[in-house]
């Protein structure tokens, strides 16, 4: 029984050492870069229908390919 508090100590310290040597620094600007290419990569589904079909089909694309389909069309 008097090994348990000097264990638990042990396990507390060992646990909260890692994470308390992190750096936050570095990473604050590579999550602005990963929102940004999220909003660029985004994936907008729509419902397109086919000429002589009540049948939608659900279809994904970035905003830039929905233009250049929207372009041709």
Do not use: H
Request: glycine share 4%.
């Amino acid at each position: 029984m008097r090994f348990i508090a000097p264990a638990l100590i042990l396990l507390a310290v060992s646990v909260s050492t890692p994470v308390a040597a992190g750096d936050p620094q570095p990473a604050a600007p590579q999550a602005e870069e990963r929102k940004e290419e999220a909003k660029k990569e985004k994936k907008i589904c729509r419902r397109i229908t086919s000429m002589g079909s009540r049948r939608s089909e659900r279809v994904c694309m970035t905003r830039e390919q929905w233009e250049e389909y929207n372009n041709g069309n």
